[in-house]
């Protein structure tokens, strides 16, 4: 007997191999496309979700899946099994891990994608890294350019636009022209695997091929001359249930209001969150628009 997600994963590669055998447009081959996990990388303290990534993996490379990808990712740790069984199982497989980040280069987690790109460049399971979701085609393609010296990065699949924009919804020509256009500068600095996230459909596809088809790939550029010092990209908040299983226990808790930073740069208001932390902090509160001073938006906060 095989459970649910067995046969979810067994209708979905038939489905797609018979696609591409059936398909006289193009050549194509199926990618393993593997998301987040619904439990999140942070919430994980009993190794559930690692185990979940290996097993699925397993049984992917069971149903003969060659190319992988690791797509909204806010973390690196809990993929690293799965990785790493596709390496011994087979050497010669392809695997893209793509990262999900804001603008100012943080993942849901509080991981900073720097560093997480860093951690990828030295991981040999991994062959590519990359960038998807959150963030419309122009905003993610300068997300890009920020990282682009990381010669590991080369995947790039934004959504069609911002999510409180309605993706997806009324797309015509020009918009997918709009979406293809905007992958050119980051196309320039060696992002050569082009793809679409949320909101995008067969038209974003074709005008990328239109666009890119046959034209010379780009260069990545040199590193900073000064790099930062890669820190682990562990969440700097604490797990949810520790503060609210003693919360429940009837023991007090401590929540200290941050407010949001007065403009985009965030690295001494992250200091800042480290050091409520090691004080004894069990929780933050930022508050919307304080005494009717413009700040950073308290939600990307």
């Not at 097993?55 to 992988?68: D, N, P, S």
Request: with cysteine.
């Amino acid at each position: 007997e095989i459970s649910e997600c067995q046969a979810m994963l067994r209708a979905a590669w038939k489905l797609a191999t018979e696609a591409v055998r059936s398909s006289a447009v193009c050549e194509a081959a199926v990618v393993a496309d593997i998301g987040p996990h619904p439990l999140g990388a942070t919430a994980d303290e009993s190794g559930i979700v690692a185990a979940d990534y290996h097993w699925i993996v397993a049984e992917l490379l069971q149903l003969g899946a060659r190319e992988f990808l690791f797509e909204t990712q806010d973390s690196l740790a809990p993929i690293l099994p799965a990785c790493r069984l596709i390496q011994e199982r087979l050497p010669e497989a392809t695997v893209t891990v793509s990262f999900s980040a804001n603008q100012a280069g943080f993942t849901k987690s509080g991981s900073k994608l720097a560093n997480l790109l860093q951690e990828a460049e030295l991981e040999t399971s991994i062959t590519y890294t990359g960038l998807n979701c959150d963030l419309g085609p122009t905003l993610l393609s300068k997300l890009y350019l920020e990282h682009a010296h990381f010669e590991k990065l080369q995947y790039l699949s934004p959504n069609s636009g911002l999510p409180e924009r309605e993706i997806g919804r009324g797309r015509t020509a020009k918009d997918a022209e709009y979406f293809a256009q905007a992958f050119l500068p980051a196309w320039e600095k060696g992002a050569t695997q082009l793809s679409g996230c949320c909101g995008t459909n067969p038209s974003d596809i074709e005008a990328l091929a239109a666009l890119f088809g046959g034209r010379e790939t780009g260069r990545k550029p040199s590193a900073p001359a000064i790099e930062t010092t890669v820190a682990p990209s562990e969440p700097v908040t604490r797990e949810i249930s520790s503060w609210y299983s003693r919360l429940m226990a009837g023991e007090k808790i401590i929540a200290v209001e941050y407010d949001s930073p007065a403009n985009e740069k965030v690295k001494k208001y992250l200091e800042g969150v480290q050091e409520l932390a090691r004080a004894g902090a069990d929780l933050l509160t930022i508050a919307d628009c304080p005494i009717g001073r413009a700040r950073m938006d308290s939600s990307l906060t």
